[in-house]
């Protein structure tokens, strides 16, 4: 197989989460105002809800395909035979979800009110499994991804824009989420038979792929507990209007993480690659250059997020969310963390198979965070819920720091990293004044915005390039031999 370039692979995923950021930059506003907060907190909490058996469905399935499908890629029997396998289990977990859900709506009686878009939103776990995801990871095609995804968030809006015209209307929001993933689901189905042939099968090596699936399983598990407890245990512990005002934070923080993620998820199937043929010189120069990369984004991130929390509350969601603000500004410290602790997870723990270590530190971070969130909930509400994420984050970020440590030690210890950390927040200094500036001297509301956020950008990388960043000067140097 052709070698993909972990650059353009990089750059097609940022343009996908970009857009992922645009998408709701463009649909959130008109959607939190025509919903209004408790139309909002029905549509997220039923999403929540629904999110747990689609977790079962997927059972820990896609990091384990990546991971072991990058090995068998190069030998089209073994990627066939593999595909099927994981796709059989998969069906297989996907019948269990449903027998599931079908016995919690029963069960719990106070889902009732809930109940027409939690079927709606359970179509996602059947389509979800069909659109074998984790196949174009394999092989790396982003282009692809990157293209389905324009399409279907093109269309969603249209189907917006025309059908959520009324606070009543979370349900058609509800479909039009629905319809997006369906239809790329089922887009990712078809167009899968181009890398292997996928057949249900019944020869499953189960002794081969069970353990490693469960553990991966148990850890996203406790780990979704921490993600979603918060939204769930507002909805349960306060009302809908805090579950509104909360979900807007937590969106916003999720829309940043989603895009920093692109520095390293697209470098996951070739350090799995490098490892499983002993590469490990080029795994570890890889791994480098990835935590550089990201910490050079993640440290400015989180500053301009926090100086900025108020007006993005504000030109998105309106002046009834500004309530919002200290729970968005508290998700900001989760920021590095959430961000430190995934690269680990997805580049470090998944490949070198330590599957064990990634379930101890989900366990012990899910389980802080819902002790947390019951005993801090009726007390501070949202701010609650924030302050848990970020001791969960935290947490998990040592723990998976901790068992990494044979692998990252020279990393960590490297004057480079310092060095890179340092520049990094020095430039943020920056990002400070040119915020500060701009809210003192810039009208109206927008245009200050976007000024902190342009005049923040222009000072970050002008302090990198007077201090000598060598990844600034890198991609510096990159842009002038092409102009």
Not at 405 to 411: E, F, G, P, Q, Y
């Amino acid at each position: 197989m052709k070698k993909k370039s972990i650059g353009v692979n990089a750059f097609l995923n940022s343009i996908r989460n970009i857009l992922n950021i645009i998408f709701p930059l463009i649909t959130f506003p008109y959607v939190s105002r025509v919903l209004q907060v408790n139309g909002i907190g029905k549509y997220n909490f039923s999403q929540s809800v629904i999110s747990y058996f689609v977790l079962i469905a997927e059972l820990g399935i896609m990091p384990y395909a990546i991971r072991e499908g990058a090995r068998y890629r190069d030998n089209q029997e073994q990627i066939n035979n593999f595909c099927s396998q994981i796709f059989s289990i998969n069906i297989i977990s996907t019948v269990i979800a449903y027998i599931l859900l079908f016995f919690c709506l029963f069960l719990f009686k106070n889902l009732k009110n809930y109940i027409l878009c939690i079927f709606i939103f359970s179509l996602q776990i059947f389509f979800t499994t069909l659109g074998t995801e984790w196949i174009y990871s394999i092989y790396e095609d982003y282009a692809y991804i990157t293209f389905r995804s324009i399409l279907f968030q093109i269309i969603s809006i249209i189907l917006l824009f025309i059908f959520v015209r009324n606070k009543g209307d979370y349900l058609n929001y509800a479909l039009i989420t629905v319809f997006s993933s369906v239809g790329a689901n089922l887009l990712n189905f078809f167009n899968a038979r181009k890398y292997c042939v996928i057949r249900f099968t019944t020869h499953i090596e189960w002794n081969k792929h069970l353990k490693p699936i469960l553990l991966i399983f148990a850890s996203l598990v406790t780990a979704t507990i921490y993600i979603n407890s918060d939204i769930t245990l507002l909805g349960i512990i306060k009302n809908d209007y805090i579950v509104g005002l909360y979900s807007v934070s937590s969106k916003i923080y999720s829309i940043i993480k989603t895009l920093l993620t692109s520095v390293y998820i697209v470098a996951v199937p070739r350090l799995s690659l490098y490892l499983g043929k002993g590469k490990k010189d080029n795994y570890l120069q890889l791994l480098s250059s990835i935590t550089i990369n990201l910490l050079l984004l993640i440290l400015p991130a989180m500053i301009g997020l926090f100086m900025l929390s108020r007006n993005i509350l504000l030109i998105l969601s309106g002046k009834s969310y500004l309530a919002g603000t200290t729970s968005l500004q508290i998700l900001c410290f989760a920021l590095i963390f959430a961000m430190l602790s995934g690269d680990l997870y997805e580049c470090v723990l998944i490949p070198s198979r330590r599957e064990k270590y990634i379930l101890i530190g989900a366990t012990v971070s899910s389980t802080v965070n819902l002790i947390l969130n019951i005993i801090l909930i009726p007390l501070w509400g949202q701010n609650a819920a924030a302050l848990s994420t970020v001791v969960a984050e935290f947490i998990t970020c040592l723990i998976d720091g901790y068992f990494s440590k044979d692998l990252i030690s020279n990393i960590v210890k490297s004057k480079k990293l310092f060095k890179n950390i340092i520049q990094s927040l020095i430039g943020c200094i920056g990002i400070i004044v040119m915020c500060i500036l701009c809210d003192a001297y810039i009208n109206p509301l927008v245009l200050k915005t976007i000024f902190s956020v342009l005049f923040s950008v222009i000072i970050y990388v002008i302090i990198l390039l007077i201090e000598k960043n060598e990844v600034v000067m890198y991609l510096f140097g990159k842009l002038k031999n092409k102009f």
